[in-house]
């Protein structure tokens, strides 16, 4: 007897993937998109769901079973009433948690019950993950709509690179955002270990490395690695060398190409000193230290980084330099070049496979070194035309603070995605460097062929912590890095931006229900700003601002001080959900739909009348100084909409008050720019600028 009866939803769209304006009966809250689905007619309505293995389930799908139903319980509660019974049938993979485990999976709701299979334990976790994402609420209770689902990923590796080296991170905090990646199928952590800044896990070979700041035990590494697999995520460590490694040269100054200062070094200049690697005690010390490492990570990728080496260590050093001529090593690069072999000869003969910045692909090295291009798309082509597999994190950095659509809307196969471009040069008008030219775009770049494209193991978006703390860790990941999930599973033709903002606030109040805690510690964070004093009118003038983007933080707080944690910047959301609403409904008033004008007239009254509350709350704590110039233009904008709508005279500042939000978006629009130009007092800025455009313009 079938499950269900197919119904088309009202837009026509029932194969989700190769849909470009999805419907919202296709995509219903899903995120990511699955491959295929097909929706039928009725909705099931349960109190609870009861997961029949249809043979004895191995410990860890018993545990994602468990997982499952208490997260369902914290999502709909415990209520009489019919239950739904899964039938789940699970094979073993042998590949599981490699690059060629088996993740694909049926997934059938019907009401009679549901069926869920897949050829291993990756399926079964993205099933269920799905099956969660199509609860529904409402005021009967829990339903579920009939359907089916084909499901599978379109990359394999699916990473989240997160630096614990700058700021370390608690495993309490690591263990929510695992939880919260299984729940959207990321399915790597990328554990950035090593910095400048810290060696943040125990060594017992070299025990000084551990002198700088706070580490994970031994035990804890092996717990972190644990938890992840049960969740189907693989954990993959960086160790990076020979540059970022202060910590360790500070432990091990013998290994230093260059004297260490006396002084610590903070910020930036903890990325200067780097190793020598003319010296056989430093391939000596990588050896020994990775193969310690090595018992810790059962994954057969291990990255060593090789990013920001500052040549300097190298061409400034005399016997360096002798080396080189003598070896007959025309330059740095070179030089890097033959260390990254000596490193990849040995993990190759541990038995791993190394993974490098695209930083090690400027000259020769080993073809089974896997290059990661963060610079630029172009370096994804250079890498694979050199016959390299590669990882793709160019377009993914959370750090620029950029927005979920910034992210969304780049595919991992696209060669000029990333990149300044000749126009955004041409505005800046920056001296020729090096620099310039490593991020630059390469307009001549050809498409990648479907051979290229085979190199592509997977994608990895990052979060790098110089200004994150652990408090900051859920909001700066959440819920960005669920719109960046659905970027790497679902199908590149999937483009519609608005569908995507309202699946991603749906899938954000998911992960904040089931133990996220973003929204809580922006809450507190926000707190801090008044003396723990609650302002609603600070809340709402805060929703209508957003971050600086593109570094412009990193260069407030190490030039003129900013405190981000304890600041605006650090508590306003790049996704901010009024903003999204605002300038949704301000475009579709431009044109013409006057029905948006309620709730236009709703949302600008309300930051109308917050920014005249707030000024007394600005006047009376320091750490919101920054925000008077631009809580006056909120007002000034605000308040022109209103009049607009009301048919009455606008503000006689509107026009210079657009004009200073424009330039501050536009200042902080690319990376040359962000460096070049003046920017937003605090470093955040009127976030509904294109809707107030469209409104006053």
């Given at each position: ?28 809250n ?10 039928g ?8 769901i ?5 043979k ?62 897949a050829?291993g ?23 579920l ?23 370390f991170?608690?495993?309490e ?35 000084e ?48 190409a ?21 010296n056989?005690?430093t ?8 193969s ?40 740095a ?105 490593a ?50 599973w ?46 609603a ?61 309620p ?9 109308f ?89």
């Amino acid at each position: 007897m079938p499950l269900f009866v197919f119904e088309q939803c009202s837009a026509g769209h029932v194969l989700c993937r190769g849909v470009s304006g999805a419907c919202a009966e296709d995509t219903r809250n899903l995120m990511p998109v699955p491959e295929h689905v097909t929706w039928g007619k009725k909705q099931i309505n349960f109190s609870a769901i009861q997961i029949a293995w249809d043979k004895p389930a191995t410990p860890l799908m018993r545990e994602a079973g468990i997982r499952f139903e208490r997260r369902l319980t914290r999502l709909i509660g415990r209520t009489g009433g019919p239950v739904f019974t899964l039938h789940i049938r699970a094979g073993s993979d042998p590949d599981f948690l490699t690059l060629k485990e088996r993740e694909a999976y049926h997934l059938e709701a019907g009401a009679q019950g549901g069926i869920l299979t897949a050829d291993g334990p990756a399926g079964i976790l993205h099933g269920l993950a799905t099956l969660l994402q199509m609860v529904e609420r409402g005021p009967r209770g829990a339903s579920l709509q009939e359907g089916k689902i084909e499901d599978g990923p379109r990359f394999a590796w699916r990473g989240v690179l997160l630096d614990v080296s700058r700021h370390f991170v608690t495993i309490e905090t690591l263990k929510r955002q695992l939880d919260a990646m299984e729940l959207v199928k990321l399915n790597v952590l990328h554990w950035h270990l090593s910095d400048g800044t810290g060696f943040r896990v125990e060594s017992r070979v070299f025990p000084e490395i551990n002198r700088i700041g706070p580490y994970y035990t031994q035990d804890q590494v092996r717990e972190i690695v644990a938890y992840a697999a049960a969740r189907g995520i693989r954990v993959v460590p960086e160790i990076d060398v020979p540059g970022h490694a202060y910590a360790i040269l500070r432990a091990y100054p013998n290994l230093s190409a260059e004297p260490l200062p006396k002084v610590e070094y903070a910020g930036e200049k903890a990325n200067i000193p780097a190793m020598d690697p003319t010296n056989p005690a430093t391939l000596k010390f990588v050896k020994a230290l990775y193969s310690e490492m090595e018992t810790l990570f059962p994954d057969v990728y291990f990255h060593a980084g090789g990013d920001e080496v500052m040549e300097k260590q190298w061409t400034e050093n005399a016997r360096i330099q002798a080396y080189m001529k003598a070896h007959d090593i025309p330059d740095a690069a070179a030089l890097q070049g033959e260390f990254t072999a000596e490193v990849a000869r040995l993990l190759h003969d541990q038995g791993r496979i190394m993974i490098g910045w695209d930083e090690v692909s400027t000259a020769p090295v080993p073809k089974d070194v896997v290059i990661e291009g963060w610079r630029g798309s172009k370096w994804t082509a250079r890498a694979i035309r050199s016959g390299h597999d590669v990882l793709v994190s160019s377009g993914y950095y959370l750090d620029l603070m950029r927005p979920s659509a910034a992210h969304y809307t780049i595919d991992p196969y696209d060669v000029l995605a990333e990149g300044l471009t000749p126009s955004q040069i041409q505005e800046a008008r920056p001296k020729p460097s090096a620099l310039i030219d490593a991020f630059s775009q390469n307009p001549a770049e050809q498409p990648l062929t479907q051979e290229g494209q085979a190199h592509v193991l997977g994608v990895e978006e990052a979060l790098w912590t110089e200004l994150v703390s652990d408090q900051m860790i859920d909001e700066r990941l959440w819920p960005r890095s669920a719109a960046v999930a659905e970027r790497f599973w679902s199908s590149p033709t999937l483009i519609d931006v608005s569908d995507m903002h309202r699946r991603l606030k749906a899938t954000q109040t998911e992960l904040e229900e089931t133990g996220l805690q973003s929204e809580a510690h922006v809450r507190v964070m926000r707190l801090a700003l008044t003396g723990g004093h609650p302002d609603a009118a600070l809340n709402s003038v805060l929703d209508a601002l957003v971050p600086a983007q593109n570094y412009v933080l990193n260069r407030l707080h190490d030039k003129k001080g900013l405190d981000v944690e304890h600041s605006p910047a650090g508590v306003v959301d790049p996704d901010s959900w009024d903003v999204l609403q605002f300038n949704e409904l301000a475009a579709r008033f431009a044109n013409g739909d006057t029905t948006a004008a309620p709730e236009l007239k709703k949302i600008a009254g309300q930051w109308f009348e917050a920014s005249k509350n707030v000024q007394i709350t600005i006047n009376t704590y320091p750490a919101l100084k920054d925000l008077s110039s631009t809580v006056q233009d909120l007002s000034s904008l605000s308040g022109a909409v209103l009049a607009k709508l009301d048919g009455s005279a606008r503000p006689s500042d509107t026009d210079a008050a657009l004009q200073r939000q424009e330039t501050w978006a536009h200042n902080t629009s690319n990376m040359l720019l962000s460096v070049r130009r003046p920017q937003a007092p605090g470093g955040v800025y009127v976030g509904g600028v294109s809707g107030f455009q469209a409104l006053l313009h």
